[in-house]
């Protein structure tokens, strides 16, 4: 009984340490790369030297479509 105390003891703290370890090297890392590269969500920039014109055409007017039921 006392082998396995002594045997597992310094693996777990060893795992405890380790686990703590990569998971605040792992959120330092990804601050960093959120810091260095940031997400940015939207309509994409235009490559350089393209017209500057409005993005989309404007739209054709919508018209009512027919009701089926007036033919009845």
């Known amino acids: 009984m006392g082998m396995v105390i002594v045997i597992c003891l310094p693996l777990i703290f ?3 340490l ?3 370890g990569c998971f ?3 959120r330092a ?3 960093q790369d959120f810091r ?4 940015v969500y939207g309509v994409p ?4 030297g393209a017209a500057a014109t409005t993005a989309f055409p404007p739209s054709p007017p919508h018209a009512k479509a ?3 039921l007036s033919s009845a």
């Open 14 to 16: 060893f795992c405890i």
């Open 18 to 20: 380790l686990g703590a």
């Open 24 to 26: 605040f090297f792992g």
């Open 29 to 31: 890392k990804g601050r």
């Open 36 to 39: 260095a590269n940031p997400q």
């Open 45 to 48: 920039a235009p490559p350089p």
């Open 66 to 68: 027919p009701d089926n």
